[in-house]
């Protein structure tokens, strides 16, 4: 009988699967940890509520599983801004036998947008009753039946919703793992009809201590039909108000990857290969002949990917190394659907405005990423990245085509003088070049190059402890034809910054901590030929948050100021004069108590007088509070 089972399990899954999970309605979580969390979060005029509940009980043959999660969105604006959205679930099961389940479930989503979308108004609601039937450990089968209810922007639909799930994970044979996951859903809510087909599985394959091979395929097909407000002609042809639009989304993967681990019992070798293939179908239920807009329009979308990628890694002790290297080729195609009756121009009109987003592209990439260890206070940690992309569209109509190449090399060196105090000091390159193949966009032609230097130091003591980090940067962009143009204008963008974040320890209980930054920036038009800048902006940013903390029965609490200030400069003819002051203080309170009794709190609140140039001063009180508590 079980062999039976895993047949039937198995053999449908091999055909359609994918990597990753989907997640199950109807199966049990492995974590049954009852949960409640609640968060708040006030920046200055937005409001941000979210509240989550999970509770799973056990009595005698009897679960109940109960998950309900609420959020809630206002926007203080001239037209305030409300968005509402409910998640609710219960589920029950009744154990007739320690294989036969028996139970029902409720489910309700409901969202609330009060601004002037096309959805700002949806709710659905389902009630099942399912059957699970749990042949051995790790495979089950539930089926299911119900009645569900939804609604979008006024129109009320009711019907059957039924289905079923299957998942199975067993050892095949002594070397051979299997795990499968089988979903088959329907929504037949007229005059609309939803489904949902997934099938997935997994297969790894073990021949011994240092290698290993994983197969895995994915197919999954998703449709959904939802109401838009039909236009003035199609709604007096068809007499509605609203039209429908369906989409299915079908996917296909495949995946084999092959691991080697102890090459001389010093490398490690990845190598992996997918193809990926989605199609996206577009149909519109109530069409006229010549459509005048644009929403009626459909459209069917092919897109296929090929990925190779390689990963290797050496350790020889006084140096770790890791090479990847990563080929992807892409192709995306746009097809117009037609209606037979549709007028010839408006049909090639549309077959032009789809054969446009037509595109393929390449992308190939190596990263090189190292570390000496060269004694237990010195290491050099050093990384090589270079990406190629070429971007191509065969369409008249598309002049996007372009390469473009993008490299980055870093270096650290961290020096550890004393188990006290230790030192690094980082460089870091970026490169990126962009060129468009055609001449009606290669005035956007840019050079982009980044250069930051930055050093640091950490000292951590009995009663001190500090990091200290100073950094400058140069961002360079600049345009290929800019001496043919004169509307281009390369620019560059220079930043000096410094960080320091302290703790100083006054007692046992109570501790001063500080943490701020000062940066100087500097924007302005840049010659490369020459290397010189003719700045345009000048800006001074000042961060300080000086806080006392007391540390009691497992939870922290803090008061403090916060201080933060912009200072914005002009310049007339080389000379730099004050544009703009903004400027930000006021006291800050925290507390934090992390799994105390189950209980995990973190507030921080913080008032905030703000003075601007020209403008009245304001009072904003800010805050957030993420509490969560398991029982």
Same mark, same amino acid.
């Given at each position: 009988?079980?062999?039976?089972?895993?047949?039937?399990?198995?053999?449908?899954?091999?055909?359609?699967?994918?990597?990753?999970?989907?997640?199950?309605?109807?199966?049990?979580?492995?974590?049954?940890?009852?949960?409640?969390?609640?968060?708040?979060?006030?920046?200055?005029?937005?409001?941000?509520?979210?509240?989550?509940?999970?509770?799973?009980?056990?009595?005698?043959?009897?679960?109940?599983?109960?998950?309900?999660?609420?959020?809630?969105?206002?926007?203080?604006?001239?037209?305030?801004?409300?968005?509402?959205?409910?998640?609710?679930?219960? @589920?029950?099961?009744?154990?007739?036998?320690?294989? $036969?389940?028996?139970?029902?479930?409720?489910?309700?989503?409901?969202?609330?947008?009060?601004?002037?979308?096309?959805?700002?108004?949806?709710?659905?609601?389902?009630?099942?009753?399912? /059957?699970?039937?749990?042949? #051995?450990?790790?495979?089950?089968?539930?089926?299911?039946?119900?009645?569900?209810?939804?609604?979008?922007?006024?129109?009320?639909?009711?019907?059957?919703?039924?289905?079923?799930?299957?998942?199975?994970?067993?050892?095949?044979?002594?070397?051979?793992?299997?795990?499968?996951?089988?979903?088959?859903?329907?929504?037949?809510?007229?005059?609309?009809?939803?489904?949902?087909?997934?099938?997935?599985?997994?297969?790894?394959?073990?021949?011994?201590?240092?290698?290993?091979?994983?197969?895995?395929?994915?197919?999954?097909?998703?449709?959904?039909?939802?109401?838009?407000?039909?236009?003035?002609?199609?709604?007096?042809?068809?007499?509605?108000?609203?039209? $429908?639009?369906?989409? $299915?989304?079908?996917?296909?993967?495949?995946?084999?990857?092959?691991?080697?681990?102890?090459?001389?019992?010093?490398?490690?070798?990845?190598?992996?290969?997918?193809?990926?293939?989605?199609?996206?179908? @577009?149909?519109?239920?109530?069409?006229?002949?010549?459509?005048?807009?644009?929403?009626?329009?459909?459209?069917?979308?092919?897109?296929?990917?090929? #990925?190779?990628? /390689?990963?290797?890694? $050496?350790?020889?002790?006084?140096?770790?190394?890791?090479?990847?290297?990563?080929?992807?080729?892409?192709?995306? @195609?746009?097809?117009?659907?037609?209606?037979?009756?549709?007028?010839?121009?408006?049909?090639?009109?549309?077959?032009?405005?789809?054969?446009?987003?037509?595109?393929?592209?390449?992308?190939?990439?190596?990263?090189?990423?190292?570390?000496?260890?060269?004694?237990?206070?010195?290491?050099?940690?050093?990384?090589?990245?270079?990406?190629?992309?070429?971007? *191509?569209?065969?369409?008249?109509? *598309?002049?996007?085509?372009?390469?473009?190449?993008?490299?980055?090399?870093?270096?650290?060196?961290?020096?550890?003088?004393?188990?006290?105090?230790?030192? !690094?000091?980082?460089?870091?390159?970026?490169?990126?070049?962009?060129?468009?193949?055609?001449?009606?966009?290669?005035?956007?032609?840019?050079?982009?190059?980044?250069? @930051?230097?930055?050093?640091?130091?950490?000292?951590?003591?009995?009663?001190?402890?500090?990091?200290?980090?100073? #950094?400058?940067?140069?961002?360079?962009?600049?345009?290929? !034809?800019?001496?043919?143009?004169?509307?281009?204008?390369?620019?560059?963008?220079?930043?000096?910054?410094?960080?320091?974040?302290?703790?100083?320890?006054?007692?046992?209980?109570?501790?001063?901590?500080? *943490?701020?930054?000062?940066?100087?920036?500097?924007?302005?038009?840049?010659?490369?030929?020459?290397?010189?800048?003719?700045?345009?902006?000048?800006?001074?940013?000042?961060?300080? #948050?000086?806080?006392?903390?007391?540390?009691?029965?497992?939870?922290?609490?803090?008061?403090?100021?916060?201080?933060?200030?912009?200072?914005?400069?002009?310049?007339?003819?080389?000379?730099?004069?004050?544009?703009?002051?903004?400027?930000?203080?006021?006291?800050?309170?925290?507390?934090?108590?992390?799994?105390?009794?189950?209980?995990?709190?973190?507030?921080?609140?913080?008032?905030?007088?703000?003075?601007?140039?020209?403008?009245?001063?304001?009072?904003?009180?800010?805050?957030?509070?993420?509490?969560?508590?398991?029982?």
């Amino acid at each position: 009988m079980k062999l039976l089972f895993k047949i039937l399990l198995f053999c449908p899954a091999v055909l359609f699967a994918q990597t990753k999970t989907d997640s199950l309605e109807y199966v049990a979580p492995v974590n049954k940890e009852s949960e409640f969390t609640t968060k708040f979060d006030k920046q200055i005029s937005t409001y941000v509520l979210t509240n989550n509940i999970k509770l799973f009980k056990s009595f005698n043959a009897f679960d109940f599983a109960l998950t309900e999660n609420y959020s809630s969105t206002f926007i203080r604006s001239s037209e305030n801004n409300v968005k509402d959205e409910h998640f609710f679930s219960f @589920k029950t099961d009744y154990s007739i036998s320690p294989d $036969i389940k028996i139970g029902f479930g409720l489910n309700n989503n409901i969202l609330s947008d009060n601004r002037k979308i096309e959805i700002n108004n949806a709710s659905q609601s389902d009630f099942t009753l399912f /059957g699970s039937l749990t042949p #051995e450990t790790g495979t089950s089968i539930i089926p299911y039946f119900g009645y569900s209810n939804n609604r979008q922007i006024g129109e009320n639909d009711y019907g059957y919703v039924y289905g079923f799930e299957s998942q199975s994970g067993y050892l095949s044979t002594q070397d051979l793992t299997v795990n499968s996951i089988l979903r088959f859903k329907n929504e037949d809510i007229n005059p609309r009809k939803n489904f949902l087909r997934y099938f997935n599985v997994d297969l790894k394959n073990v021949f011994n201590e240092k290698a290993a091979n994983s197969f895995s395929v994915f197919y999954t097909a998703n449709r959904k039909d939802f109401y838009y407000t039909a236009d003035t002609v199609t709604a007096k042809t068809f007499n509605v108000t609203n039209n $429908i639009q369906s989409r $299915i989304e079908t996917n296909y993967y495949l995946q084999d990857r092959f691991l080697y681990n102890g090459l001389f019992d010093v490398m490690r070798f990845d190598l992996t290969g997918n193809l990926s293939w989605r199609e996206i179908d @577009k149909d519109t239920r109530y069409r006229i002949s010549n459509p005048i807009n644009s929403s009626n329009y459909d459209y069917k979308i092919n897109e296929l990917k090929f #990925e190779l990628q /390689g990963n290797s890694s $050496i350790n020889l002790g006084l140096f770790e190394g890791n090479l990847k290297v990563l080929f992807s080729e892409h192709d995306e @195609k746009h097809i117009a659907k037609s209606n037979p009756s549709e007028n010839s121009i408006f049909k090639q009109a549309h077959d032009d405005a789809e054969s446009e987003k037509n595109n393929t592209s390449l992308r190939s990439s190596v990263s090189l990423s190292g570390l000496f260890n060269f004694s237990k206070s010195d290491k050099l940690i050093f990384s090589l990245f270079q990406n190629k992309l070429s971007y *191509n569209t065969p369409s008249d109509n *598309n002049n996007d085509d372009r390469d473009e190449l993008y490299s980055i090399i870093r270096a650290r060196y961290n020096k550890t003088l004393s188990p006290l105090f230790s030192l !690094f000091v980082n460089a870091e390159a970026d490169f990126n070049h962009i060129v468009y193949i055609f001449s009606e966009r290669s005035s956007n032609n840019n050079l982009n190059r980044v250069i @930051k230097l930055s050093s640091g130091s950490y000292y951590t003591g009995k009663n001190f402890s500090s990091l200290n980090t100073f #950094e400058v940067s140069a961002n360079y962009t600049v345009y290929d !034809f800019e001496a043919l143009n004169a509307n281009l204008k390369s620019y560059s963008f220079r930043q000096y910054s410094y960080t320091d974040s302290s703790v100083v320890k006054l007692t046992d209980r109570l501790s001063f901590v500080l *943490n701020g930054s000062f940066k100087l920036s500097e924007q302005g038009q840049f010659s490369w030929s020459a290397f010189s800048t003719h700045p345009t902006q000048y800006l001074a940013e000042t961060y300080l #948050e000086p806080k006392l903390i007391s540390y009691l029965y497992g939870a922290s609490f803090a008061l403090g100021i916060r201080y933060f200030s912009l200072d914005t400069y002009k310049f007339n003819n080389s000379v730099k004069y004050i544009d703009s002051r903004y400027k930000s203080v006021g006291p800050l309170a925290e507390i934090i108590m992390s799994r105390v009794h189950n209980l995990s709190l973190n507030f921080k609140g913080y008032y905030e007088i703000i003075t601007t140039t020209n403008n009245p001063s304001r009072d904003i009180p800010n805050l957030n509070c993420d509490i969560t508590w398991n029982f």
